[in-house]
């Protein structure tokens, strides 16, 4: 992340520590965990700086406001919600994954076991839905506010749907380009789409807050390709997930979809994917049948595609500089990106 994000960075921090704070001691444990997931304890929950994941979500609301014409630090509050909601949604996901890890560090579950993990999920959904509020106290319009709100929960809806395709398409090796852009819309890019959106609305970009959803919508899914790739083929060193993790645990991402309808190759991968377990053997095979057939490239080259769609919608949103230039750098190195 560049040093010239730094002072939003740093705001969010600040925004996301203020409404992260137990109202009373008996609580204190719960907050702590929250504090553990967003990177600012240990699993002793004493003080640390652990990575904390990129904080896309909370930059594109408040760059999308300033690009807009309005004031970010009235976006401070929506832009806290995004990543209390992501971070609820990380931490209800790695539950339903049974993922071990989260960011290189165990996930909340494995330390503090299911029932735990869900509360703090849930109580993290309903700070952010509470953060809103504070938008008035910022001297947002009461209809903005209640915009935004209602904007926040049909997303919420929206992640619960491509979650929903995400766990019921598992192993379907009939699996459709279609049905995976509409999976992927629910489950990445309606939250990314909704970071932009709320940023614009509060900045009042009027008629252009549909350009700026646009564009969050078109990085979203760009953003999500670039996922899947690193879910193959991405250090693990950097990522924190183990190499390979998503030919293991079978998933339908689009390197896979591409590859399952490549001829006498693609029906070798499907009796892979059939198999109730895949074995290193396995993986090994199945990580060469997408190499031959060149499923990398080919969603390096959709993700690029998705990227200049949502540089063409920023341009229609007539976002200002500085800001559009921080936008269109975000969206850019988000498509490069090791993790
Ligand atoms: C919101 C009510 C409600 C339900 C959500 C659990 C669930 C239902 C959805 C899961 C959605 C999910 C985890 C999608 C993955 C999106 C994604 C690519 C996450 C990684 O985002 P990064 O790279 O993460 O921004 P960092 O670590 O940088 O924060």
């Known amino acids: 992340m560049t040093v010239?994000?730094?002072i939003?960075?740093?705001?969010?921090?600040?925004?996301?520590?203020?409404?992260?704070s137990a109202p009373e001691?008996?609580?204190?444990?719960?907050?702590?965990?929250?504090?553990?997931?967003l990177g600012w304890l240990d699993q002793d929950l004493n003080p640390a700086e652990a990575?904390?994941?990129?904080?896309?979500?909370?930059?594109?609301?408040l760059l999308s406001c300033k690009a807009a014409g309005g004031d970010w630090h009235q976006a401070l509050p929506a832009a806290a919600a995004l990543e209390l909601v992501h971070s609820f949604s990380l931490i209800h996901d790695d539950i339903e994954d049974n993922s071990p890890t989260r960011r290189g560090r165990p996930a909340v579950w494995t330390v503090w076991g299911l029932a735990h993990g869900i509360n703090v999920g849930d109580s993290m959904l309903v700070l952010a839905r509470l953060a809103l509020s504070r938008l008035r106290d910022l001297g947002v319009e009461l209809g903005t506010v209640l915009t935004a709100a209602v904007a926040l929960d049909a997303t919420?809806?929206?992640?619960?749907?491509?979650?929903?395709?995400d766990i019921a398409g598992e192993g379907d090796v009939d699996t459709t380009e279609e049905s995976y852009l509409k999976m992927i819309g629910g489950k990445t890019a309606a939250l990314?789409?909704?970071?932009?959106?709320?940023?614009?609305l509060i900045g009042r970009a009027?008629?252009?807050?549909?350009?700026?959803?646009q564009f969050g919508w078109h990085l979203g899914l760009a953003f999500q390709m670039v996922d899947d790739i690193l879910g193959i083929w991405g250090d693990p060193a950097t990522t924190g997930k183990p190499a390979a993790s998503d030919i293991k645990s079978r998933k339908m991402t689009l390197p896979v979809i591409f590859a399952l309808q490549a001829?006498?190759?693609g029906k070798k991968l499907a009796d892979l994917y059939r198999r109730e377990h895949l074995s290193n053997e396995d993986v090994a095979q199945a990580m060469a049948i997408l190499e031959s057939v060149g499923a990398r490239q080919y969603v390096q080259q959709q993700a690029a595609q998705y990227e200049r769609n949502a540089l063409a919608a920023l341009d229609a949103a007539g976002a200002r500089p500085p800001a559009e230039e921080h936008l269109r750098n975000l969206a850019t190195s988000l498509t490069s990106r090791q993790k």
């Open 4 to 6: 010239d994000l730094t």
């Open 8 to 20: 939003y960075l740093t705001a969010i921090e600040d925004e996301l520590r203020a409404i992260v």
């Open 25 to 37: 001691d008996t609580v204190a444990t719960l907050y702590n965990i929250m504090a553990y997931h």
């Open 51 to 61: 990575y904390s994941g990129k904080r896309l979500r909370p930059l594109l609301c």
């Open 156 to 165: 919420l809806l929206q992640l619960c749907q491509g979650q929903y395709l």
């Open 192 to 200: 990314i789409a909704a970071s932009t959106q709320l940023g614009a």
């Open 206 to 213: 009027g008629d252009k807050t549909d350009s700026y959803r």
């Open 263 to 265: 001829g006498h190759e």
